[in-house]
């Protein structure tokens, strides 16, 4: 058994100078809780209202002193988030189900049609030994 630990990826942040919020870690806590980079770079923005970019090395510049304990914050999805998530294990659920319904459809009718030409064959054994 191994004893690799699963830890949360929590935002990385710390202040450049007086006047700059630098989050280092985003991708790697975007790719951890599977959310796409646009939609946390407009969650950081909508919610602090700073200006913000991405530096050349992937951090998160934002203009202005930021605590870095409101960075958790984004760790948890919206709502909408979460009714999305939901209607798309639906979906994959439907698909699932429907591939296995046609997995048994195509297999029962194989067997329909070993057993259609079986019933020839007998047939064609008493038509022969009949006569």
């Given at each position: 058994?191994?004893?690799?630990?699963?830890?949360?990826?929590?935002?990385?942040?710390?202040?450049?100078?007086?006047?700059?919020?630098?989050w280092?870690?985003?991708?790697?806590?975007?790719?951890?809780?599977?959310?796409?980079?646009?939609v946390?770079?407009?969650?950081?923005?909508?919610?602090?209202?700073?200006?913000?970019?991405?530096?050349?090395?992937k951090?998160?510049?934002?203009?202005?002193?930021?605590?870095?304990?409101?960075?958790?914050?984004?760790?948890?999805?919206?709502?909408?988030?979460?009714l999305?998530?939901?209607?798309?294990?639906?979906?994959?659920?439907?698909?699932?189900?429907?591939?296995?319904?046609?997995?048994?459809i195509?297999?029962?009718t194989?067997?329909?049609?070993?057993?259609?030409?079986?019933?020839?064959?007998?047939?064609?054994?008493?038509?022969?030994?009949?006569?």
């Open positions: 058994m191994s004893n690799t630990q699963y830890d949360n990826q929590h935002p990385f942040v710390m202040r450049v100078g007086t006047s700059k919020t630098v280092i870690n985003i991708i790697e806590v975007c790719n951890f809780y599977n959310i796409p980079l646009e946390m770079l407009e969650r950081v923005a909508k919610c602090f209202q700073k200006p913000c970019r991405l530096d050349g090395n951090r998160l510049i934002i203009n202005g002193l930021i605590n870095p304990k409101e960075f958790n914050i984004f760790m948890e999805p919206t709502s909408e988030e979460v999305a998530i939901k209607l798309k294990k639906a979906e994959d659920d439907i698909n699932k189900q429907k591939k296995l319904n046609l997995l048994i195509e297999r029962l194989s067997m329909m049609d070993d057993i259609l030409e079986l019933e020839g064959r007998c047939r064609a054994a008493i038509l022969s030994r009949a006569s």
